[in-house]
T-cell receptor, first 111, second 113 residues
Framework: AAGVIQSPRHLIKEKRETATLKCYPI?????VYWYQQGPGQDPQFLIS???????DKGSIPDRFSAQQFSDYHSELNMSSLELGDSALYFC??????????FGPGTRLTVT | GESVGLHLPTLSVQEGDNSIINCAYS??????FIWYKQESGKGPQFIID?????DKRQGQRVTVLLNKTVKHLSLQIAATQPGDSAVYFC????????????FGKGTTLSVSS
């Protein structure tokens, strides 16, 4: 069965640079979630989209923005990167608010 | 008083033993709870879920218990195998507030053969 796809899997950026992470949800899923997981930490919810509209907002910094496109894929845009942004970024998708399926994550390293 | 299992950041068991992983959740309004397994470098993987109108649910080799009185959740794994070694997270959702997962602190399960 098709799973959530994230790209890139690894990304290295310098401080103050920008980064764009992409997420392709499971086909026919209508909701996309973004989570950030720091080293040794539990995942923290950032933002979600339902039918291309922002639905919930968590602890997403103002330097970050996200959107969901007409084909349901989503992008997380991160600007003015800081060392503390180094983390695993997961995307999850669900159908009508039911079980969330997670992608493999993007490991972002800011140097 | 009632005994409540403590959350432990790590748990080491022998292959074949039963494992119990505990979690305390924070929001008394949460109505949906999920256990996830996360292997190193991978995304969380759904194990089992339970709604707040239930106190027990069983899956294949796993059982989740919910005690709403003390806001406690536990995951029992029967006949633990080396492949069960991972970090386990509980997560809660308050569907009145949204559908985002609120994760608890993880427990690292190590299974030795």
């Amino acid at each position: 069965a098709a799973g959530v796809i994230q790209s890139p899997r690894h990304l290295i950026k310098e401080k103050r640079e920008t980064a764009t992470l992409k997420c392709y949800p499971i086909p026919r899923h209508d909701t996309v979630y973004w989570y950030q997981q720091g080293p040794g930490q539990d995942p923290q919810f950032l933002i979600s989209f339902y039918e291309k509209m922002q639905s919930d907002k968590g602890s997403i910094p103002d330097r970050f923005s996200a959107q969901q496109f007409s084909d349901y894929h989503s992008e997380l845009n991160m600007s003015s990167l800081e060392l503390g942004d180094s983390a695993l970024y997961f995307c999850a998708s669900s159908l009508q608010g039911r079980e969330q399926y997670f992608g493999p994550g993007t490991r972002l390293t800011v140097t | 008083g009632e005994s409540v299992g403590l959350h432990l950041p790590t748990l080491s068991v022998q292959e074949g033993d039963n494992s119990i992983i505990n979690c305390a959740y924070s929001n008394s309004a949460s109505d949906y709870f999920i256990w996830y397994k996360q292997e190193s470098g991978k995304g969380p993987q759904f194990i089992i879920d339970i709604r707040s109108n239930m106190d027990k649910r069983q899956g294949q080799r796993v059982t989740v218990l919910l005690n709403k009185t003390v806001k406690h959740l536990s995951l029992q794994i029967a006949a633990t195998q080396p492949g069960d070694s991972a970090v386990y997270f509980c997560a809660e959702i308050d569907n009145q507030a949204g559908t985002a997962l609120i994760f608890g602190k993880g427990t690292t399960l190590s299974v030795s053969s």
